[in-house]
C-alpha cells in the first residue's frame, strides 16, 4: 500500500465512524424512550383516577367523615365523594371568593353550615355575578358567641354535593387578603379562621344545582363543580417514542452513508493500486 493509501484509511475511518455522534445518539434514544414510557405510567395513573372520580361522582351520597378521620382526608382518598349534610347555614359568615364560570366572573359563595351532630362545615352554595357587591355585603364582623349554639330552634335543611379539599394558591394565583375580605382561592383553613370558626372541618362542600333553601339571600347558582381530567399522557407518550425512533432511524441511516462512502473510496484505492 502507497503512504497516501495508508493516510487516507484512517480519515476514511473518521468519517464512518464518530464517537461523539454515536453516544449523543444514543443519550438521545435513552432520553426520549424513558419520557416515552413515564407517560405511560402517567397514562395509567390518570385512567385509575378518573376511575375513581366517576365512581364517586355517581354514588349514593353518604354522611361526611366524621371529626375523627379529619386528619387524614386527602384529595386520593376522599375528594369528590357525592356527600349528604343536614343542619342550619350560618349566613352572617359567608366568604365571598372570586371566580370565573360558564355563567361569567364573580363569586362562589362559601357559607358554614352547623349539622344536626354540631359539626361546622363549610358549604360552597354556589356562583352570584360580579354587579352584586358580594365583599362589601359579607364584609367580616367581630366573632360572636359559638355559632352552632344560636341555631338549635332554626329549621334544619339538607344539601347533597361534592367533597373537597381546600385549595392552595400557586405561582400564577394572587394571595389572599383576608383583613381586605379579598379572597382569591378556596383556602378552607383561612377562611375559617377568618370568619371565627377555626373548628369547621378541613375540607369544604360543593353544593349541587337546585339546594339553595327558601329564605337563602342572593340565591346563589349551585352545581357548577367542574369534574374534567385532562388526558394527554397516550399522545406525549406517542411523541417521545417517535422521536426515539426518529434518532435511532437517523443514527442508522448516517452509518450506513458512512459505510458506504468508506466502501467506495476503498474500491477507489484498491484500483489506482492496480493501475
Same mark, same amino acid.
Not at 375523627?68 to 382518598?77: D, K, L, V
Not at 383576608?178 to 378552607?188: E, H, K, L, M, Y
Not at 426515539?244 to 484505492?269: D, T
Given at each position: 500500500?502507497?503512504?497516501?493509501?495508508?493516510?487516507?484509511?484512517?480519515?476514511?475511518?473518521g468519517?464512518?465512524?464518530?464517537?461523539?455522534?454515536?453516544?449523543?445518539?444514543?443519550?438521545?434514544?435513552?432520553?426520549?424512550?424513558?419520557?416515552?414510557?413515564?407517560? @405511560?405510567? =402517567?397514562?395509567?395513573?390518570?385512567? +385509575? $383516577?378518573? !376511575?375513581?372520580?366517576?365512581?364517586?361522582? /355517581?354514588? *349514593?351520597?353518604? %354522611?361526611p367523615?366524621?371529626?375523627?378521620?379529619?386528619?387524614?382526608?386527602?384529595?386520593?382518598?376522599?375528594?369528590?365523594?357525592?356527600?349528604?349534610?343536614?343542619?342550619?347555614?350560618?349566613?352572617?359568615?359567608?366568604?365571598?371568593?372570586?371566580?370565573?364560570?360558564?355563567?361569567?366572573?364573580?363569586?362562589?359563595?362559601?357559607?358554614?353550615m352547623?349539622?344536626?351532630?354540631?359539626?361546622?362545615?363549610? @358549604?360552597? =352554595?354556589?356562583?352570584?355575578?360580579? +354587579? $352584586?357587591? !358580594?365583599?362589601?355585603?359579607?364584609?367580616? /364582623?367581630? *366573632?360572636?358567641? %359559638?355559632?352552632?349554639?344560636?341555631?338549635?330552634?332554626?329549621?334544619?335543611?339538607t344539601?347533597?354535593?361534592?367533597?373537597?379539599?381546600?385549595?392552595?394558591?400557586?405561582?400564577?394565583?394572587?394571595?389572599?387578603?383576608?383583613?381586605a375580605?379579598?379572597?382569591?382561592?378556596?383556602?378552607?383553613?383561612?377562611?375559617?379562621?377568618?370568619?371565627?370558626?377555626?373548628?369547621?372541618?378541613?375540607?369544604?362542600?360543593?353544593?349541587?344545582?337546585?339546594?339553595?333553601?327558601?329564605?337563602?339571600?342572593?340565591?346563589?347558582?349551585?352545581?357548577?363543580?367542574?369534574?374534567?381530567?385532562?388526558?394527554?399522557h397516550?399522545?406525549?407518550?406517542?411523541?417521545?417514542?417517535?422521536?426515539?425512533?426518529?434518532v435511532?432511524?437517523?443514527?442508522?441511516?448516517?452509518?450506513?452513508?458512512?459505510?458506504?462512502?468508506?466502501?467506495?473510496?476503498?474500491?477507489?484505492?484498491?484500483?489506482?493500486?492496480?493501475?
Amino acid at each position: 500500500m502507497r503512504e497516501s493509501d495508508q493516510a487516507a484509511a484512517p480519515g476514511s475511518a473518521g468519517k464512518r465512524f464518530n464517537p461523539f455522534l454515536a453516544v449523543l445518539a444514543l443519550l438521545l434514544i435513552v432520553i426520549f424512550a424513558g419520557l416515552g414510557t413515564w407517560q @405511560v405510567y =402517567r397514562l395509567q395513573w390518570k385512567l +385509575d $383516577l378518573i !376511575a375513581r372520580v366517576e365512581a364517586r361522582v /355517581h354514588a *349514593a351520597p353518604a %354522611a361526611p367523615p366524621p371529626p375523627a378521620r379529619w386528619a387524614g382526608i386527602t384529595a386520593a382518598s376522599d375528594e369528590y365523594r357525592r356527600t349528604v349534610l343536614r343542619g342550619t347555614y350560618l349566613y352572617d359568615l359567608t366568604t365571598p371568593v372570586q371566580a370565573l364560570t360558564e355563567q361569567g366572573s364573580g363569586y362562589w359563595l362559601l357559607t358554614p353550615m352547623c349539622t344536626s351532630d354540631g359539626q361546622i362545615i363549610i @358549604v360552597n =352554595r354556589g356562583f352570584i355575578p360580579s +354587579d $352584586l357587591g !358580594a365583599p362589601t355585603r359579607y364584609a367580616p /364582623h367581630e *366573632a360572636g358567641p %359559638a355559632p352552632c349554639a344560636a341555631t338549635t330552634a332554626i329549621a334544619a335543611t339538607t344539601i347533597t354535593g361534592l367533597l373537597r379539599i381546600g385549595e392552595q394558591g400557586g405561582a400564577f394565583t394572587r394571595n389572599n387578603d383576608p383583613t381586605a375580605n379579598r379572597w382569591f382561592v378556596r383556602d378552607i383553613r383561612a377562611i375559617a379562621a377568618a370568619r371565627g370558626v377555626p373548628q369547621a372541618a378541613p375540607f369544604f362542600v360543593d353544593a349541587g344545582a337546585n339546594q339553595n333553601p327558601p329564605d337563602s339571600p342572593d340565591r346563589p347558582v349551585g352545581g357548577l363543580t367542574v369534574v374534567n381530567f385532562p388526558n394527554s399522557h397516550l399522545v406525549y407518550a406517542i411523541t417521545w417514542y417517535a422521536l426515539a425512533l426518529m434518532v435511532g432511524g437517523a443514527w442508522w441511516w448516517a452509518m450506513r452513508a458512512g459505510s458506504a462512502a468508506f466502501e467506495k473510496e476503498a474500491r477507489a484505492n484498491d484500483d489506482e493500486r492496480i493501475d
